[in-house]
């Protein structure tokens, strides 16, 4: 019998029931731990954890942990600010690499696993349509634009992974201080003319101000070097 001062037991049939498994449960969890925790603990455990469910339950929906990294960082593409029709061509597709960079800044551990990962999920291709797109608007021909459509996004990807690994490094300050201080040295010591005809020219430009101009540059390249034949 019950003691009075117990609480009635609760029957299975009343608890609420488990939201269903599904690859998108698994990518919303997956996105939450990345904004509380960050990458490296976006594990299938955790996620299964998060979710009350075993991390087998999980491979029915995604093969490994890079499959998910790989959805995750499709999703956050969603925040890629798509170009409208206001500017030229050129201007448009600028645009559109900083907000991708921007995105990519946003979530250091991301951006470094973008280098190696190729995600292929609809925002991943929307923006290379769209890349692919500007490029053809601009009068690129159609294999030389897919090989710049890549290429851009693939030097977006690695800046922002370069700089989201300097933030959190804490001796990244130190080492720019002494890479300053060497390169002023050089420069003063006679033997490195073009170092001292440089200057601090080396350290000038604020860093969206230089990713902006090297867009251009390799905008310039795409258009004054057809891709070679095979």
Do not use: C
Not at 98 to 124: N, Q
Not at 131 to 144: M, S
Not at 201 to 210: D, K, L, N, Q, W
């Amino acid at each position: 019998m019950t003691p009075p001062d117990s609480p009635a037991p609760l029957s299975r049939r009343e608890r609420p029931a488990k939201p269903a498994l599904s690859r998108r449960a698994i990518v919303d969890a997956a996105r939450t731990l990345l904004a509380e925790e960050g990458l490296e603990r976006v594990t299938m455990r955790r996620i299964a954890a998060a979710l009350d469910t075993g991390a087998a339950s999980l491979y029915v929906y995604v093969r490994n942990a890079e499959e998910l990294h790989a959805a995750v960082l499709d999703e956050l593409l969603a925040d890629v600010a798509l170009p409208g029709g206001q500017g030229s061509w050129r201007e448009r597709l600028v645009e559109l690499l900083m907000s991708y960079t921007e995105v990519l800044y946003a979530h250091p551990s991301l951006a470094r696993m973008a280098v190696t990962t190729r995600p292929s999920g609809p925002h991943s291709l929307h923006l290379f349509e769209t890349l692919l797109g500007l490029l053809r608007e601009g009068g690129v021909p159609v294999r030389d634009a897919a090989w710049a459509a890549d290429l851009l996004v693939q030097h977006a990807t690695v800046n922002a992974a370069e700089a989201g690994t300097r933030g959190d490094t804490p001796e990244s300050e130190f080492e720019d201080a002494a890479l300053v201080s060497a390169v002023r040295a050089a420069a003063a010591d006679g033997e490195h003319p073009n170092l001292a005809a440089a200057g601090d020219a080396v350290f000038s430009g604020t860093g969206v101000g230089r990713l902006r101009w090297s867009f251009e540059l390799l905008l310039n390249g795409v258009l004054a070097t057809p891709v070679p034949e095979d």
